[in-house]
């Protein structure tokens, strides 16, 4: 469906793609990550003809993605991470004008993801929160029956019911037959939703795989207080990252394969309290792959 063979781009002096390989498989919701600044907006640029590789190999559906692009978004759907709208237009009028645009009259399935999205389309766009505009785009999209879903951070501004209702309907998109490239730096989200995941750091992809493939990746972040200080106890386990430690409260990044064991050494010193949440990308590349990983030249 999408392939990037050895893409080279450049600004200026600053390397933005370095020999980016990529493949994305019909009917795969195919997750593509890593830190801000790795490069995965400048790749998506390429892929829509926005911009034009300095070299290298870019085709969507075996076309050209940059000779053949008006062709190709005929047949897409993307949704940027920062959207901007006509701020005198209603948000039902950009919706509208979007899915004209390509020749898209679906106004049942328009009117229900208004409902899915709980959206007013009735106020100007210049009113809308970040994630309003946000739900503008993802209706449009979802509404335009694609073949091929290009979201780039797709849920930034939206709400936690309504991420949830995003993941929803890209699962019943990929029920279809659809393929859905995801862009994103929140691995949780990808983990929800991926059959394959590509990772992209400073310009080329280091790691791709499925989940399980890519469980080195699946760290759980840990903020616990304990009746006694933890002292030397998880010295043990030099998989745990990002150790940090204030008296009796201590902080670190644990894999999953030994989370358990952590857990029973920590109740041990008796829990007062216990936070558990999946890392952000960014942290994540910091303590996995170095520091220099989230310093990497992107878009």
Sequence with gaps: MIILRDIVKTFGAVRALDGLDLEVRDGQIH??????????????????????????????????????????????????????????????????????????????????????????????????????????????AFASDPELYILDEPTSGLDPLMVAAFQDRVLQEKAAGKTVLLSSHILSEVEQLCDYISIIRQGKIIDAGTLAELRHLTYTDITVETKEPLGASLEQYPQILNFESDGNNVHFSVPGDILGDVIAIISKKGIIKLESMPPTLEKLFIGHYGKDSADGHGS
């Design 31 to 140: 997750g593509f990550i890593g830190p801000n600044g790795a490069g995965k907006t400048t790749a998506i640029r390429i892929m829509l003809g926005l911009i034009k590789a300095n070299s290298g190999q870019a085709s969507i559906f075996g076309q050209d993605a940059f000779k053949e692009a008006v062709r190709i978004h005929r047949r897409i759907a993307y949704v940027p991470g920062e959207v901007s709208l006509w701020p005198n237009l209603t948000g039902g009028e950009v919706i509208d004008l979007m899915l004209s645009l390509n020749g898209v009259k679906q106004d049942d399935l328009k009117d229900e993801l208004i409902e899915v999205f709980d959206f007013d389309p009735g106020k100007k766009c210049r009113t809308y929160s970040k994630g309003n505009r946000q739900k503008v785009a993802l209706i449009a």
